[in-house]
């Protein structure tokens, strides 16, 4: 008699599971895909400060009835493609992320592309501005501009301000941000001086290069009217001083990536009246997240934030206001309403985004002055 009672209670106990269902998460998860280690690790630190200073002042999210808390879940992708792709297949398998803000870098977040696509696991890049990035993938947005625009951007400051006729473009060729940059910077430089022959050369040179003596011999012979050159913050600002070293004076444009300390640390004197695009410029505040975003920063870290720190703090706000208007975990219908952003008030302006999943916003050019970035001009789309 007793057997059959264990019995009973047994099959009472697993009828309560099943009716039960799976556990809730106790926690939303957000996996913030960057890279802390390697050549980029000074810009992903800039981002992941962004979503941290977020995940202070809006720790939970609510679904239905309940709060839930936002966990973080920082995966380093070591700055290399590879690494990349095993960072995001960890995050979607083992962390069971619910969606994934990231990477500085569009070739780490080209790299995580069919991953989260195949896990149907939304993901937000902050400043991954390359095409390909969301290009064919339903899964992928972002709160950054592309490059097609910030290459017309820099190209009409060349031919406009600076009065340029004639450019040579120095290209970080193993980087697929670099690569693009340099060729919207070149076709639209070319159309808007009418002339097929603006662009002098386009000499390359790798990730982690530290000599470019070979490159600037070249430069110096051309004798250009301005100099673009895209790349990561380490290698241009040795391009830029070594230039100056070599006595070269022309003028130096560069990207969104120039934004960093490491940038001013390596150039130091050299790179002074450098001029380049971002996306957001602390002395033009352009809704009341911007103030919200800055006021936090500034107590916090007693400094300016760089812009792709702004980006961080934008990714984080679309997600969780994704979640709450989907009042759901499912990442499907999550990713439906990243979707549906429009109008969004993000610390770097107004964010809508369009079919393909990419942000519609304006450009910011600064320049370094007495060794700080210091704000120009804003370019809208």
């Known amino acids: 008699m007793k057997r059959i009672t264990r019995i009973a209670l047994a099959v009472a106990v697993v009828s309560l599971l ?119 993938n339903e899964y992928y947005f972002r709160v950054c501009f592309l490059d097609p625009f910030q290459g017309t951007v820099m190209a009409n400051y060349a031919f406009k301000e600076a009065k340029a006729k004639k450019a040579v473009v120095i290209r970080e060729v193993s980087n697929d941000y670099s690569v693009g940059l340099a060729k919207f910077f070149s076709d639209s430089f070319k159309q808007l001086t009418g002339d097929q022959g603006a662009i002098l050369a386009e000499l390359n040179y790798n990730t982690g290069d530290t000599d470019f003596a070979a490159q600037l011999t070249e430069i110096k012979k051309f004798k250009p009217d301005v100099i673009f050159a895209p790349g990561n913050f380490t290698e241009s600002a040795l391009i830029v001083k070594q230039a100056r070293e070599l006595g070269i004076k022309t003028p130096f444009l560069g990207g969104d990536t120039w934004e960093t300390p490491e940038f001013l640390d390596v150039g130091k004197q050299a790179v002074e009246g450098v001029v380049f695009s971002t996306f957001f410029a602390t002395e033009v505040p352009l809704t009341e997240n911007s103030k919200v975003f800055l006021d936090a920063y500034r107590k916090k870290y007693n400094k300016e934030p760089a812009a792709v720190t702004a980006l961080g703090f934008d ?65 809208n789309p």
């Not at 995940?55 to 700055?79: A, F, H, Q, R, W």
């Not at 706000?317 to 969004?344: C, M, P, Y």
């Not at 770097?348 to 320049?367: P, Y």
Request: charged share 20%; hydrophobic share 40%; net charge positive.
């Open 18 to 136: 099943f009716a039960c269902g799976p556990a809730a998460p106790k926690t939303v998860k957000f996996g913030v895909f960057e890279p802390l280690t390697g050549a980029n690790a000074g810009g992903g630190a800039l981002e992941v400060e962004g979503v941290k200073l977020a995940n202070e002042l809006y720790p939970t999210v609510k679904v239905g009835d309940k709060e839930y808390k936002i966990e973080l879940v920082i995966s380093d992708n070591k700055s290399d493609k590879v690494e990349a792709a095993n960072a995001a297949q960890r995050l979607v398998d083992k962390d069971k992320i619910h969606v994934m803000l990231g990477s500085w870098g569009s070739s780490l977040s080209m790299a995580a592309g069919p991953i989260v696509k195949q896990a149907k696991t939304p993901a937000i890049g902050l400043s991954c501005t390359n095409p390909l990035v969301t290009k064919g």
């Open 315 to 379: 990714g984080y706000l679309v997600a969780k206001a994704a979640i709450e208007k989907a009042q759901s975990l499912d990442r499907t219908k999550i990713r439906d309403a990243i979707a549906q952003t429009k109008g969004f008030p993000g610390a770097t302006g107004t964010i809508t985004l369009d079919a393909e999943g990419d942000a519609v916003k304006s450009a910011v050019i600064k320049t370094v002055k007495g060794g700080q970035f210091s704000y120009l001009t804003t370019v």
